[in-house]
């Protein structure tokens, strides 16, 4: 598996197409809530396995720290640790980029998969997309 930084637009396409099958299709998350005003203004990651895209995410600056959003994996790479590098590119482009403080949301049955990757729960339940969501930091 190959974790990218998005560079130009196939790669976008491939990101976003991994976003409309696990977000829209699977979780009914209406699509002008999954493809948002910040599209433009954030950075991509796309993972990839043997060519095809299996995952995605996104990340963006907001107040200081970065905001970890977007972060899925079709169906037949989840359990493989597709989640895991996609979160591993995500926070070494941060640490890169002199960041030290990671925000997500996290909808509520992933809360462990992120807790073991060292986020921590901050806020009390709340819904987004008709979804339960908590959010949690990350110092790295």
């Given amino acids: 598996m190959?974790?990218?930084?998005v560079e130009n637009q196939k790669e976008l396409e491939d990101a976003f197409s991994v976003r409309r099958t696990v977000f829209i299709d699977e979780q009914n998350v209406p699509a002008e809530e999954?493809?948002?005003q910040h599209e433009e203004e954030a950075t991509h990651l796309v993972l990839y396995h043997e060519n095809r895209?299996?995952?995605a995410g996104r990340f963006r600056l907001v107040d200081g720290y970065g905001k970890v959003e977007r972060i899925c994996v079709l169906k037949q790479a989840r359990g493989?640790?597709?989640?895991?590098?996609?979160?591993n590119g995500i926070e070494d482009y941060a640490r890169n980029k002199g960041?030290?403080?990671l925000k997500?949301?996290?909808q509520v049955h992933a809360i462990p998969f992120y807790a073991g990757l060292g986020y921590e729960v901050v806020s009390e339940e709340f819904i987004d997309a008709g979804i339960p969501h908590k959010t949690m930091v990350k110092h790295i």
């Fill in 2 to 5: 190959t974790v990218k930084i």
């Fill in 34 to 36: 999954e493809i948002d």
């Fill in 53 to 55: 895209p299996v995952g």
């Fill in 80 to 87: 493989t640790g597709a989640g895991k590098a996609i979160m």
């Fill in 99 to 101: 960041i030290q403080k």
């Fill in 104 to 106: 997500l949301n996290s």
